[in-house]
């Protein structure tokens, strides 16, 4: 289909099926930083932002924690719902702030056998959310003719490698793989459990009415993937593959966010019938959108490409155009492509390379 008159999730479902609606779709990343300077500077409220900009994508919040309370004694100190302490810190950047929630200590750093693995007392169950306002809230989107996304939150989204890290450490969990392998299988699947029991119960709750999953697992490096293809064939292949057919036995568009270098691990994730790729950064290596799109757009659709590490945050207005008409022109044709940022637009970004880029994106994201 070319041209016509389509609302967002009729434009956004047409493009990841490798078709060519009325023009590109457009979805928006903000870290909270920048939220709130989009209410201080253009005073109005994010989701007022998105429909002035006619952003295609709006992410629901999915059940509510209703299990123990999750913060700690100490001031400033909190746990998530893996048992891990995490510190609020606090970083400033040309004058904008970000708050997050750095990892204290990986609770499992020191487990050495499958028993205390076993034996931990804080790993969450599906059994503590609340489901029954999900439907509501893809209704509420629906009803805007946008596309219901969930993706869940910085510190609970489906995942396998992420909270592997979390619960044991970076370092530690890519030792286990290559020393211990028994060991990072059974906290692979621990953490797998949990999110398909968690999935599934969004899943039945939505009745049907979420059109995208968004999974995030960062498996990539600036230069190459955090692991090789043959461990991520031997570690997370699976968990990754049942998250991909559950999402789409009920009738949703799997979606996957990965940062950094991951050319090497598409054919796989490819087979496990992945719908689309997001993040593309286009400073690391080996993501280049055209070579993306030449090697993988039959087989595959993509979310993202706009830089967050130079252009936006350092380029000029100028600069921001022609990254946005070279994504067009690179990722556009024949559908198969949705406009974003890499990842989260970082506070400190000039509010005039924002505007820029969303203003491009309806210049240049135009097809015929």
């Known amino acids: 289909m070319v041209g016509g008159t389509v609302d967002s999730r009729e434009r956004a479902l047409l493009a990841i099926g490798h078709e060519t609606p009325d023009r590109i779709p457009v979805d928006f990343w903000a870290s909270a930083g920048f939220r709130a300077r989009i209410k201080s500077e253009l005073g109005m409220s994010f989701e007022d932002f998105l429909d002035g900009q006619d952003v295609d994508f709006r992410y629901i919040p999915g059940p509510s924690y209703v299990g123990p309370p999750l913060d700690g004694e100490q001031s400033g100190i909190a746990t998530d719902i893996w048992g891990v302490p995490r510190k609020a810190v606090t970083l400033e950047v040309r004058g904008q702030f970000e708050h997050y929630w750095e990892v204290v200590a990986p609770p499992l750093a020191d487990a050495a056998t499958l028993d205390e693995i076993d034996a931990y007392p804080h790993w969450p169950s599906a059994d503590r959310f609340d489901y029954r306002n999900v439907e509501s809230q893809c209704d509420l989107v629906r009803e805007q003719g946008r596309v219901v996304v969930f993706m869940g939150d910085r510190l609970n989204r489906i995942a396998q490698l992420k909270p592997a890290m979390y619960i044991r450490g970076p370092d530690r969990i890519m030792l286990d793989m290559a020393l211990e392998?028994?060991?990072?299988?059974?906290?692979?699947?621990?953490?797998?459990?949990?999110?398909?029991?968690?999935?599934?119960?969004?899943?039945?709750?939505?009745?049907?009415?979420?059109?995208?999953?968004?999974?995030?697992?960062?498996?990539?490096?600036?230069?190459?993937?955090?692991?090789?293809?043959?461990?991520?064939?031997?570690?997370?292949?699976?968990?990754?593959?049942?998250?991909?057919?559950?999402?789409?036995?009920?009738?949703?568009?799997?979606?996957?966010?990965?940062?950094?270098?991951?050319?090497a691990l598409i054919p796989q994730m490819i087979e496990c019938g992945l719908d689309v790729l997001q993040s593309l950064q286009p400073e690391v290596r080996g993501m280049e959108?055209?070579?993306?799109?030449?090697?993988?757009?039959?087989?595959?659709?993509?979310?993202?490409?706009?830089?967050?590490?130079?252009?936006?945050?350092?380029?000029?207005?100028?600069?921001?155009?022609?990254?946005?008409?070279?994504?067009?022109?690179?990722?556009?044709?024949?559908?198969?492509?949705?406009?974003?940022?890499?990842?989260?637009?970082?506070?400190?970004t000039p509010m005039a390379n924002v505007l820029t880029m969303l203003d491009a994106y309806r210049r240049y994201g135009t097809y015929g």
């Open 181 to 263: 392998p028994d060991l990072a299988r059974v906290l692979f699947e621990k953490i797998k459990a949990f999110y398909m029991d968690y999935l599934e119960r969004i899943l039945t709750a939505a009745s049907g009415k979420i059109d995208i999953v968004l999974t995030g697992d960062d498996f990539g490096a600036q230069q190459g993937p955090l692991v090789s293809p043959g461990m991520w064939e031997a570690f997370l292949r699976r968990g990754f593959e049942e998250y991909v057919r559950l999402i789409k036995a009920h009738g949703a568009v799997a979606m996957h966010h990965t940062c950094g270098s991951v050319r």
């Open 289 to 348: 959108p055209a070579g993306l799109k030449e090697d993988y757009g039959d087989r595959l659709s993509f979310h993202g490409g706009m830089s967050i590490q130079k252009t936006l945050p350092y380029g000029t207005p100028e600069d921001v155009c022609r990254a946005v008409k070279h994504l067009a022109q690179a990722m556009g044709e024949g559908g198969g492509y949705v406009f974003c940022t890499a990842h989260n637009v970082q506070a400190d």
